[in-house]
């Protein structure tokens, strides 16, 4: 199985400040077709995983365009342009090219 | 809009069974699949298995091999997860979604919790 690699937590951000959370995979996620099936969720305490972004940079409806991904091969990262009181929680990354689709530990991200 | 709407909370005792269901909505039921993934308490999430909609086909986690099961029902868009044999660390939330593979979830459940106490 691939192994999906996160740093536990992210550096503390003031409020309005740039973040950015890393991810790396222990293979390269480019799929047979083309496409490389690397996503991210954010999780808020108590709550399910909302979906972000879909093949490492696309963002889902309704997703505010603060957040953006990026990377290729093995490397990836979530960037959010300025982070709001609302963006505090859990974020993982998740590979779906090679099945079965496997979970980055998540990232905490707080707020200074 | 798509929804996933998942059954309540659920208390079992070890060596047991649960059947949790997944009723979905807004969307053409046989043209994605469904996958389930766990989530213990304070931890990451772990993937279970898949079911294919449109045929039934499933494909399981090696771990659950043997006392997993996921159904469907077309009439109600309804998919079934069954855990038996139920185990201690088998305590976690446990969430469906919707899956369109390959690619990962695009929908989630609200999650249902599962306590597996003697």
């Known amino acids: 199985d691939i192994v999906m690699t996160q740093p536990p937590l992210s550096s503390p951000v003031t409020l309005g400040q740039p973040a950015s959370i890393s991810c790396r995979s222990s293979?390269?996620?480019?799929?047979?077709?083309?496409?490389?099936?690397l996503s991210w969720v954010q999780q808020r305490p108590g709550q399910p995983p909302r979906p972000l972004i879909y093949?490492?940079?696309n963002r889902f409806s309704g997703v505010p365009d603060r957040f953006s991904g990026s990377g290729a091969g093995t490397e990836f990262t979530l960037k959010i342009s300025r982070v709001e009181a609302e963006d505090v929680g859990v974020y993982y990354c998740?590979?779906?090219?090679?099945?079965?689709?496997?979970f980055g530990q998540g990232t905490r991200l707080d707020i200074k | 809009q798509v929804q996933l709407v998942q059954s309540g909370s659920e208390m079992g005792k070890p060596g047991a069974s649960v059947k949790v269901s997944c009723k979905t909505s807004?969307?053409?039921?046989?043209?994605?699949?469904i996958s389930w993934v766990r989530q213990a308490p304070g931890q990451g999430f772990e993937w279970m298995g898949w079911i294919a909609v449109y045929n039934g086909h499933t494909d399981y986690e090696r771990k659950f091999q043997g006392r997993l099961s996921m159904t469907i029902d077309r009439p109600t868009t309804t998919v079934y997860m069954e855990l038996r044999s139920l185990r201690l660390d088998d305590t976690a939330v446990y969430y469906c979604a919707r899956v369109r593979r390959p690619g990962g979830p695009d929908t989630w459940g609200q999650g249902t919790l599962i306590t597996v106490s003697s």
């Open positions: 093949k490492i940079s």
């Open positions: 998740i590979q779906a090219t090679q099945f079965p689709p496997t």
């Open positions: 807004g969307y053409t039921f046989t043209n994605y699949g």
């Open positions: 293979r390269s996620l480019v799929h047979s077709d083309g496409d490389t099936y």
